[in-house]
Every structure is written in structure tokens, then in C-alpha cells.
DNA sequence: GTGCGATGTATCGGTCCGATACATCGCGGC
DNA sequence: GCCGCGATGTATCGGACCGATACATCGCAC
């Protein structure tokens, strides 16, 4: 997960460690913390010996000139390659069974400016197949099981089940929209006064700016 | 986590392996998935070697007059030991950052019937701050840096903002009742005379809206 | 000029997951 | 009778990711 996640915010632009944790908190801020460096760097490692991505170095302008006592260790930008491209394109269109876990499904939405039409509703799909499962597993307890169960645990029940059937409804809007071309159209969601109308769906191909 | 759920579980009943994964997923349907054989056996050996549980045999009644040629390996019924419960105790009145995250949430308020007062609304106070902190991380992002991201991030993190929102109002349900509500204590049951009868736990939310 | 918070790279131990293996049991179908 | 098959049941292994920690630089306020 956080190769794709990696892969696909250096397609963007190339970064250093701490600025890929900070824009991944951005991206993913819904569904998750910020990752650890204990995750990122390892990964980082990997990724490279890969051929994923490459090391440019800050350009230290007028490098060597300064003798540095102590070497210093100047912020290392990463970039990704033209295999590491492919890397992302073939991961981001590949769906397990982790495909539809809460992270997953986050980091591949995240990415669906850049996946194709098929594949998003397919993902799409599958995390509604998903989250219905888990609101049946609950809804059963609740019936079933409800008095082996103290109240405590019974609300929490409560409040899953009522977030599953809330997503469920969410990802119903999204694939309705998704099949009929569009990108998701905002509903009313009670709160945030002028926001623009006008998003401008991502075209299914994205449309961004090529290696700048 | 683990350790906390599993000893929290076997103060209800002895149980062995299979039968705990099962009740943990009934317990903790809402916020996770069953938890896996590769934690759980681990775990099971470490909190027996700390002498918080103890291994209590199937009682294969007249034992050992069958001699087994291939070694019966029968299913092994995990018990909580004194120092257990005092463990368990303790656990779950000691809060830490990993409280508050959804999982460690999700295990404390399951065992709310086994808190005292004063930690349970500790706990949901802190749950809220958490919660409220990612909200305001996610009004910032759809705020400032809006023009940035892509339809369908800016799709995932509304949906995400409504989350937090929705959560937040649970929360603040639960703390409202909480401090007008009556202390349940529940003691153990299974073990031992259960000495004091009929605690109905609070009602954490009897004003639901309608559930089929 | 000094402390201090933000920026920045890196490692280590530990928790938990997913895949896999293997054995027993009850039951329906042939 | 017996055969397969799904549920029950214990167990291990490699890998992903986290949290704590360490260490170094930079800009800026006091």
C-alpha cells in the first residue's frame, strides 16, 4: 500500500522524505495518520534498489566547495522512473482482497484521477460488497446475540452499523455517478457554505501536466 | 491491544483459541476485522508465560486411558488467573496516546461495563479531542488547499469530514450521559459467586433513532 | 548568542496480518 | 459402508507498519 501511495505522489512531483509524509497526511488525512518514518524510509530503500524511483540529490549549488567537517546529509529528492510509472499503473489497476480494506480502498480512491473508469467501479463495487458483509455481521449480532452483550458493547454495534450503512450509501452515490460518466458530485452535506459547484470531473484519462 | 482484549474476554469464561477469535469478532465487529491466528497464538503464549492466564486442559474424562498413537493434540481452554485480572485492571484504566486511536478506542469502550466512571469519561473526552483534532486537519486541507487536489481526493476527505463530524456527536452523547448517568460496575460473571445481581448498564443511547 | 521549534534522515524492537500447513469431527450423499 | 467436505481447531513464518529514539541543520525570536 504505501509503494503504490509512494508512486503515486511522486508521479506528481519529485519529493524528499519528510514532504512525502507531510503531502501523504494531506491525501490521505480521511483514512489514516501520517505514516511512519519507520514505514516510509525502508520503503524508500526498496523502491530504489527496485528501480522505482531514483535519488536526485538537492543540488547543493556550487556543490564540494565547502569541505563539510562533518558530512553533511543534505535532504535526499526522490523521483520516480519511467518503470516505476509502469509499477504504479500496474498496481493501481490490480485489486486483491486488501484492495477493499478500509487503507486500501483509501490509497487506491485517492488515486482515481488516475485510474480508469473500469477499474474505479470495479473498486467501488467491491468495497460496497465489503461493507455490506460487515453490516449484516453487525445487524446479526445486534439481533441476534444482543442480550449475551452488555450496553456498552451494543452501542458501539449501534454506531458501526450506522457508519457502514452510511458508506454504503456514499459508494451507491459514487457508482451511480461513476456510470453515468461523471465525476462525484457533491451532495448536500449539511455543513461548508459556497463551495464550488463547478468541479470539473477529472476525465476519466487524467489531464494533468506531463513531467514538468 | 490483544493482551487487553483477550484478557478482558476470558474474565467472562474460560474459552480456548477458536472460540476467542470468534467472541472478539462479535465484540469487535464495528471496528475491526477477526483478528488473526498469527497474533493471537503468540499472544496466547506470552500472557501464559506472565502467568495471567493458565492453560486448563480439556478434561478428557478418565484421561489417559486412551493411549493416543498420533498425539491428540486437543483443544487447549485458556482460564484468567488472579494476576490476570489485576492485569486487566490495570490495563484498562491506564490511558496512553494508543487509547484513543481507533482500535485502542474501540477494545476500551468495549469493556466500558468493566471501567469505572471516571476512566470512561476520561476516555471519551480524549477520543473527542482526537477526533476533533482529524476534523479540523480535514476542514484545513478542504479549506486551504482545495485547489490542489483532484475531485475525487477532495470527494474522500469530505466524506471522511462528515465521519469525524457524526463521531464527534456520538461522542458528545455518550460523555452527556455519562455524567448524568448512574455508575454500573459490572463484576465478574462465570467465575465465582457473582455476588451482587442485576446491573442494568446505562443506557448510552436509548434515544436512537428507529432501528429495524 | 542562545535556546527552541520546524525540518530532515535514519534505525530498532515490537505488534499484528495474511498465507499456509495440518489434524479432527460431523454429516449428507452415494 | 465410506467418501468427501465444510466447520472446528492449533500452529508457524515472513512481511508490513508503527512508535520511540537518536541525531543534525536551519531560521528566528528574545
Redesign the pocket.
Known sequence: ?????ILGLLQEAPM???????ELAAKLGAI???????????????LQASGWITEAA?ATTTAEEVP???????????KITAEGKERFAQLIAQT???TY?D?GFGVHFAFFARTDQATRLRILEGRRRKIEERREGLRDVLGRAAERLDAYTLELQRHGLDACEREVRWLEELIANERSGRAPTVPETGTAGGRREDNSPPPPGESRTERP
Open positions: 500500500m504505501l509503494e503504490l501511495a524528499h522524505g519528510y514532504e512525502l509524509r507531510k489514516r495518520a501520517a505514516i511512519s518514518y519507520g514505514s516510509l524510509y525502508p520503503t524508500l530503500r526498496r538537492e563539510a567537517l562533518t558530512s553533511r546529509r543534505g535532504r535526499v529528492v526522490y486483491g482482497p486488501e480494506d487503507t
